[in-house]
Nanobody
Framework: QVRLVESGGGLVQPGGSLRLACAASEFIPDDHAIGWFRQTPGKEREFVAGISWTGISTKYGDSVKDRFTINRDNLKNTVYLQMNSLKPEDTAVYYC?????????????????????WGQGTQVTVSS
């Protein structure tokens, strides 16, 4: 079982940047993709970005395209989410999840139900 820990959240002004990190407790198997989701009270968890194990394939939610970038360092067992041009509506708890595909694949899962393992989340607040 992959254990994930998010970090890097905090308070930032509109237009600012943050970089979140999702660190795995051990080597991430090559049949695992990693995704970032976010959630606000009373709403469903929303897909933000995802990346295949190779890092070749990425996918982004429409609301963050051209502002957020996902990448990974498999030697450090860590996936990063660089968030630029932050807006108040980006305020949420951000979670990373691991999707086990069962085979090496470039598929990046955009749905919550496809992820078996989750971190505890990190709060991002965008406010002046």
């Amino acid at each position: 079982q992959v254990r994930l820990v998010e970090s890097g959240g905090g308070l930032v002004q509109p237009g600012g940047s943050l970089r979140l990190a999702c660190a795995a407790s051990e080597f991430i198997p090559d049949d695992h993709a990693i995704g970032w989701f976010r959630q606000t009270p009373g709403k469903e968890r929303e897909f933000v970005a995802g990346i295949s194990w190779t890092g070749i394939s990425t996918k982004y939610g429409d609301s963050v395209k051209d502002r957020f970038t996902i990448n990974r360092d498999n030697l450090k067992n860590t996936v990063y989410l660089q968030m630029n041009s932050l807006k108040p509506e980006d305020t949420a708890v951000y979670y990373c999840g691991a999707h086990e595909l069962g085979q090496v694949s470039e598929y990046v899962a955009p749905y919550v139900y496809e992820y078996a393992y989750w971190g505890q989340g990190t709060q991002v607040t965008v406010s002046s």
